[in-house]
């Protein structure tokens, strides 16, 4: 049938329309930045107590999707997925400014080390020699210290790849921090790629032997940050096992089956269907899980992580034996973004390491690393909405 020049021009119109509905409806059909829309930016951020200027990145993938991270303890502040509307929204716990992650914070999406978790009694010998470090979780030594990899200001390293926007972040920590042996050179580097992962690469030399366990801690919400609790998320781990531990969370040494516990996420299960099970002395998941099918620098299967209101499912992979499950049962009285509240389990933390205490149990995977070697580790986080 022919048209005339009026006619045509509300077909095109109209076709144009219909195509730009389908896009908003469509969270697959990409969504491109600007060709001018840089796909890193930087800005700063705020300053040390001495001083040194902290700086803040915007990764942006082709789907505009963002990340944001900061020198400041190698951490990202901000993680914008879509949900299944295609709508973004910050998917992690933080603050909007500097401020209050330089007083101090429960370690919102930083890097933390050198040794992530708990080491019993704050000490552990190596090559015959005993290395006294911090007590600043009970009796215990936690996440690397009073001083540690979370509060140092790193160099950062913007580079574009094809898999998408990266930030490669760099720092030594010389030997004696906070009681460890060896001076370490350590790179961070966070890739958002353009399959909307984010990727998190470790790596790390030493020149004395030392033991050396990394990992992100950033609290999740798939709903979208200050939007409620995660007990109606769907949780799945790929883990037959987990690590039984003392009241100080110390690991006794053995590995056992999750069956007919409340710690059993073989299968997809909300985060709250068993929560009266667990112990009153936690009020909340702080446990660790060993993997299955765990094979050093392979990347292994994790979780799955749904929730039913938003669309968004997170999957995990990573090179690490195990993974810390943690329902931010001790957030009380924090004030966050938008001057939201948080409590526990507004969040849940999936944080991929080495198992706690893996220096003083030598039936653990090893945690040492000597001069002549390097470590690497890897954690991929991935998007979808359904």
């Known amino acids: 049938m022919s048209r005339t020049p009026l006619q045509r021009s509300h077909h095109a119109i109209a076709v144009l329309a219909s195509l730009l509905v389908g896009c908003a409806s ?56 879509p949900d299944r509307n295609g709508r973004l929204g910050d998917v992690v716990l933080g603050f909007d400014s500097f401020e209050p992650y330089a007083k101090g914070h429960p370690f919102f999406g930083n890097t933390t080390g050198r040794y992530a978790n708990r080491i019993a009694g704050a000490r552990f010998s190596l090559d015959g020699v005993t290395y006294t470090l911090a007590a600043n979780n009970g009796p215990n030594h936690l996440h690397g210290g009073l001083r540690a990899l979370d509060k140092q200001n790193w160099e950062p390293e913007p580079v574009e790849t094809p898999a998408g926007p990266s930030l490669r972040l760099h720092h030594r920590s010389p030997d004696g921090a906070e009681g460890y042996p060896g001076t370490l050179d350590l790179t961070v ?11 998190i690469d470790y790596e790390a030399t030493t020149d004395k032997p030392t033991v050396i366990n990394l990992t992100n801690h950033a609290y999740f919400n798939l709903h979208g940050d200050g939007s409620g609790d995660v007990l109606g998320h769907v949780l799945r781990l790929h883990a037959d096992r987990y690590t039984p531990a003392d009241e100080t969370l110390i690991p006794l040494g053995e590995l056992r089956s999750v069956a ?3 710690l059993d996420f073989r ?14 002395s936690l009020k909340g998941y702080d446990h660790n899980f060993a993997l299955n099918n765990w094979l050093p620098n392979k990347l292994t299967p994790c979780a799955e992580l749904h929730d039913p209101l938003s669309g968004r499912t997170m999957t995990v992979r990573t090179t690490e ?37 893996s220096p003083n149990k030598p039936q653990f995977p090893t945690t040492v690393l000597r001069p002549g070697q390097t470590f690497r580790s890897t954690t991929v986080y991935g998007f979808s909405a359904r």
């Open 26 to 81: 469509n969270p697959r059909t990409p969504t491109h930045p600007k060709a001018s829309q840089p796909m890193i930016e930087s800005k700063d951020f705020g300053k040390t107590a001495d001083g040194a200027t902290v700086r803040i990145f915007t990764l942006r993938n082709r789907h505009g999707a963002f990340v944001k991270v900061t020198t400041y303890g190698a951490m990202f502040t901000e993680l914008h997925m």
């Open 189 to 199: 580097t966070y890739t958002l790629t353009h399959d909307n992962e984010l990727r």
């Open 260 to 262: 007919g516990t409340p």
């Open 321 to 357: 034996p195990g993974v810390q499950i943690y329902t931010a049962i001790h957030l009380r009285e924090v004030t966050g973004k938008g001057g939201m509240a948080y409590h526990p389990a507004s969040a849940v933390c999936l944080e991929t390491q080495h198992f706690p205490d």
């Open 267 to 280: 299968q997809p299960t909300p985060i709250g269907a068993r929560w009266n099970q667990l112990p009153d």
